[in-house]
Every structure is written in C-alpha cells, then in structure tokens.
C-alpha cells in the first residue's frame, strides 16, 4: 500500500530545529486539525479565520489559536490562515512528509481490515509487508501486501527500511513480538492488543489503541444521558 505523495507549498520550509515540548493533549488535537483541513482543501477553500475552524471542530477559537502558537501561529490577525500552508504545516509537525515504512503483525481479520484501509496512505505511511503464523495466509496477498511468515519478521525488519509494527496479532502473543523487534530498527509501535507494552527502556515508542475502553466510555456517556432523561422527568412531575 503505496502512501500519498503529500505536496507541499512553496513557501513551506521544513525546519531542522528541535521540536519544542507541548502537552499531550494538543498532540492528541494535532490529527483533527489535519482532517478538518483534508476537508477544507477539497472543498476548494483557501483562507479561513480561528472562529470559522471554531465552528467546524467544535473546539474554541481561543484553543485553537492556543494550539497552534505552540508551533509558531502561522496566521495573521485579521487575515486567518492560509489553508494549504497551515496544512502543509501540520504534515509536518506529524511526520506525514517522512515516508515512514510499517508492516501489520497478524494477517487476521483485524490485520487484514487495517491492510485495506485508506487510512495508511493518507498520512504518508507505507505499509510493505504482513506477518503471520497460518501457513495457509503465508505466500498470498492483501491486496498489494504479502503475507509473510513471523520467522522471518526479525531479519525482514533489519534487511527493510521499517519504521512501525503494527501489532494486530493474540493479546498473548504481544510481548514475544515485542522482544523480537527489541534488537531490530523498528522504532514505533502501534499496539491493538490489549496488552500493555512499555518498552522505553528499549528505545521504541508505544501507541496503545483500546478500542473496547472507547466502547465502555460510549456506554458510560449513554448511561448518564439516560439517568440526566429520568432525573428531569422526575422534576417536571413534581
């Protein structure tokens, strides 16, 4: 799965400085502002102010202008932002321009979903390879992306620019597969299983998706709003 050749302006130099520290939380609001802007760019829009963003994200003009000053603003007052360029920006600021390489370890249902996602080439990541166990999955294709076997994941990820694992294989097989990448240039991990995996120590960086903890934070808003629905019920009739 080939990555998107994400264009940048001319006007937008990469800076080689070192990064600045912000909090994690405007790291975390970072790939909304991507995907707004996504949506912006194909709508042909060029210039839009901190309160028109406002509106569309639902997050404050303030905030945003908060965000973004972390990076160094890159808007004018009364002026707004330039679309293109503050988007190229944040392609920045998240690596979507670094041609980063990934291979999904667990060629199952969830492995071969993820495999046939757009979401990958959209933000600048190729994915080169699957890993797997089932001899029967070993030798075929997803979509463009063979499927090859875990005794080879070790030597693969030496021989091949890989920058991401993408963990998609059995909770109980994740630390293993964790110990293997240990000695191997991979850097990044993107963790679907549900098995908490902290590997500092070992010079890799751990994304954790907990897909079942959104579920439950779903059912707990839906909880609330039902008892929120009873309680003013409740108050009307007396």
Not at 8 to 14: G, K, N
Not at 23 to 51: C, D, H, N, W
Not at 150 to 178: G, S, W
Request: hydrophobic share 40%; net charge negative.
């Amino acid at each position: 799965m080939k990555s998107e050749n994400i264009s940048l302006p001319e006007d937008s130099e990469i800076s080689s400085d070192k990064r600045p520290y912000v909090s994690q939380a405007v790291i975390k609001r970072l790939p909304r502002y991507f995907r707004y802007l996504r949506e912006l760019i194909a709508e042909g829009t060029m210039r839009i102010s901190s309160g028109e963003l406002s509106a569309r994200m639902h997050v404050t003009a303030s905030q945003i202008r908060q965000d973004l000053n972390c990076f160094g603003g890159f808007g004018q007052q009364g002026y707004g932002y330039n679309v293109h360029y503050l988007y190229a920006k944040i392609c920045e600021i998240l690596g979507v321009s670094a041609g980063f390489k990934a291979v999904i370890i667990g060629a199952g249902n969830l492995g071969r979903a993820l495999a046939g996602h757009t979401m990958f080439a959209k933000r600048g990541v190729d994915v080169i390879a699957m890993f797997d166990v089932n001899e029967q999955l070993i030798g075929s294709y997803i979509g463009d992306i063979p499927v090859l076997s875990m005794d080879e994941l070790e030597n693969y990820c030496r021989t091949h620019p890989v920058d991401i694992a993408v963990f998609t294989m059995p909770k109980e097989a994740a630390t293993q597969v964790a110990e293997q990448l240990t000695s191997t240039p991979v850097k990044g991990i993107w963790n679907f299983t549900a098995k908490e995996l902290d590997l500092r120590e070992q010079g890799k960086v751990v994304e954790s998706v907990h897909m079942g903890d959104s579920l439950m934070t779903l059912c707990y808003e839906l909880c609330r709003m039902q008892e929120t629905i009873r309680d003013d019920a409740e108050e009307e009739i007396k």
